[in-house]
T-cell receptor, first 115, second 115 residues
Framework: AQKVTQAQTEISVVEKEDVTLDCVYETRDTTYYLFWYKQPPSGELVFLIRRNSFDEQNEISGRYSWNFQKSTSSFNFTITASQVVDSAVYFCALSEETSGSRLTFGEGTQLTVNP | SAVISQKPSRDICQRGTSLTIQCQVDSQVTMMFWYRQQPGQSLTLIATANQGSEATYESGFVIDKFPISRPNLTFSTLTVSNMSPEDSSIYLC????????????FGPGTRLTVL
């Protein structure tokens, strides 16, 4: 069965600090997809990235970067030079090829960036 | 991506009543889903809304409690029936545009409070 663990329930940083959000997943499939979503206080879920299991290249998008390591079943998310607007709950999610489109979400990490 | 709207955005309801939530997408999509997010928790998939046929429910969710319709490729409704305070949650619809295991984009959510 698929499972996603986000061990950090809450993280608090000061603006301009770098912060890494951890995500560890479990799956028996060889083909799977990993996602990160951001949920600001307004409540909507904003898509950030999708990664398939055959693409271990790290991704960088502006201040955001993602580190995918199959050897440790991790898909960590780093925000560089954090800003107050980054304050939100961040969810990591997994879908397995054999489970169709069913997304399994981690418990989320509440990130607070203080000025 | 896709532009997704939900109505109502929030509601306060009395115990024992029912509420129908609408999800409208700005373009045709292949898949539509309904999720529940209980206060302070992660997202849980309720069901996949199938166009022209009965929805596919996840374990722990039943049609009598959460009837779903999807009359066409851009619209779906979720009804929360015979509500109790435990149904107080955010209900979100999501869509996949092209194919199974594509990126899921989420609507803004409906915040439901049951008194």
């Amino acid at each position: 069965a698929q499972k996603v663990t986000q061990a950090q329930t809450e993280i608090s940083v000061v603006e301009k600090e770098d912060v890494t959000l951890d995500c560890v997943y479990e799956t028996r499939d060889t083909t799977y997809y990993l996602f990160w979503y951001k949920q600001p206080p307004s409540g909507e879920l904003v898509f950030l990235i999708r990664r398939n299991s055959f693409d271990e290249q790290n991704e960088i998008s502006g201040r955001y970067s993602w580190n995918f390591q199959k050897s440790t079943s991790s898909f960590n998310f780093t925000i560089t030079a954090s800003q107050v607007v980054d304050s939100a709950v961040y969810f990591c999610a997994l879908s397995e090829e054999t489970s169709g489109s069913r997304l399994t979400f981690g418990e989320g990490t509440q990130l607070t960036v203080n000025p | 991506s896709a532009v997704i709207s939900q109505k109502p955005s929030r509601d306060i309801c009395q115990r024992g009543t029912s509420l129908t939530i609408q999800c409208q997408v700005d373009s045709q999509v292949t898949m539509m889903f309904w999720y529940r997010q209980q206060p302070g928790q992660s997202l849980t998939l309720i069901a996949t809304a199938n166009q022209g046929s009965e929805a596919t429910y996840e374990s722990g969710f039943v049609i009598d409690k959460f009837p779903i319709s999807r009359p066409n490729l851009t619209f779906s409704t979720l009804t929360v029936s015979n509500m109790s305070p435990e149904d107080s949650s955010i209900y979100l619809c999501s869509v996949e545009k092209l194919r199974s295991q594509d990126t899921q984009y989420f609507g803004p959510g409906t915040r439901l409070t049951v008194l």
